[in-house]
């Protein structure tokens, strides 16, 4: 079981770009959600997918979009990065909707210069 | 809204020592609640867990009870060892989903 799986592990970017992270869930696993995690904080969460539709969305603003494709996996993209989208972009994933038992990526290090 | 709130560190504790690390929480409802630690470079690994009030969660030798009446959910461990160093975070689920609210985490130093 390959877990939970990142792409890419580090990145770096220019304000005013684009990015787009991938993560593909652990096996079994229906319902992917993604956190931000700026240095020496706790996660905070940006949105939930399940079903391929947004389900739950945190305080982020509309530059951050994501999409859950048939078989799971799922895509987060940052429009118009700003220096402060510098993070740590982890994401999780469960069984069902409502299970709180999710596990962990190892994150994609995004930084923005 | 939904806040948890947990001790700052670093901690630094000699093996064999034992470790309290404090989490207090606010929420709506009966939340859930969590303990994660993330190992340097790596992702989060759920620790423990407890869903309802008066449930301990235990793994690895770790412990937490879910303490309704003082909104806690305290870590401890009875003696730690130089491989539980890492930053240790506290978590809470409250809504029909599975949405994480975490503290900011609290960083554990065993030395030797």
């Known amino acids: 079981d390959a877990g939970v799986t990142q792409s890419p592990t580090h990145l770096i970017k220019t304000r005013g770009q684009q990015v787009t992270l991938r993560c593909s869930p652990k096996?079994?696993?229906?319902?992917v959600s993604w956190y931000q995690q700026a240095l020496g904080q706790g996660p905070q969460f940006i949105f939930q997918y399940y079903e391929e539709e947004e389900r739950q969305r945190g305080n982020f603003p509309d530059r951050f979009s994501g999409h859950q494709f048939p078989n799971y996996s799922s895509e987060l993209n940052v429009n118009a990065l700003l220096l402060g989208d510098s993070a740590l972009y982890l994401c999780a994933s469960s069984k069902g909707q409502l299970n709180t038992e999710a596990f962990f990526g190892q994150g994609t290090r995004l930084t923005v210069v | 809204g939904d806040s948890v709130t947990q001790m700052e560190g670093p901690v630094t504790l000699s093996e064999e020592a034992f470790l309290t690390i404090n989490c207090t929480y606010t929420a709506t409802g009966y939340p859930s609640l969590f303990w994660y630690v993330q190992y340097p470079g790596e992702g989060l690994q759920l620790l423990l867990k407890a869903t309802k009030a008066d449930d301990k969660g235990s793994n690895k030798g770790f412990e937490a009870t879910y303490r309704k009446e003082t909104t806690s959910f305290h870590l401890e461990k009875g003696s730690v060892q130089v491989s539980d160093s890492a930053v240790y975070f506290c978590?809470?689920?409250?809504?029909?989903?599975?949405?994480?609210?975490f503290g900011g985490g609290t960083r554990l130093m065993v030395k030797p």
């Open positions: 978590a809470l689920s409250s809504n029909a989903g599975n949405m994480l609210t």
């Open positions: 096996s079994g696993h229906d319902t």
